[in-house]
């Protein structure tokens, strides 16, 4: 059965830093997208970064660029998100998501709807 599991979330302080795991049981874990979201308390759950099959292309939302880097270990079934300088704003429950195929537009990427598997989602605080 096919599933997604997040690692590494926890509480640090503004400025600090957190890398997240992606564990994935999916075959061929190298044909498919990855993409990170969140959902912070009382709002939508919104586009992170987005990772293409075999690591051919990088997207990330305007809030993340520069701080946030998503990565992928094909080897492992894992993918990862490093997230340097957080602030409070980026608390939030962060799931990662995958999604099989190439062709597609890049658009995509940042819906969450075009993406069928999921992880439960992990926990993210920044004290201020």
């Known amino acids: 059965q096919a599933y997604l599991r997040e690692f590494g979330g926890g509480v640090v302080q503004t400025g600090g830093s957190l890398r997240l795991s992606c564990s994935a049981s999916?075959?061929?874990?190298?044909?498919?997208?990855v993409g990170w979201f969140r959902q912070a308390p009382g709002k939508g759950r919104e586009f992170v970064a987005a990772i293409t099959r075999r690591g051919g292309a990088t997207y990330y939302s305007d809030s993340v660029e520069g701080r946030f880097t998503i990565s992928r270990d094909d080897a492992k079934a894992s993918a990862y998100l490093q997230m340097n300088g957080l602030n409070p704003e980026d608390t939030a429950l962060y799931y990662c998501a995958c999604r099989y195929g190439s062709g597609f537009s890049p658009q995509t990427l940042f819906d969450e709807n075009e993406y069928p598997y999921w992880g439960q989602g992990t926990q993210v605080t920044v004290s201020s």
């Open positions: 999916l075959g061929a874990f190298e044909s498919y997208s």
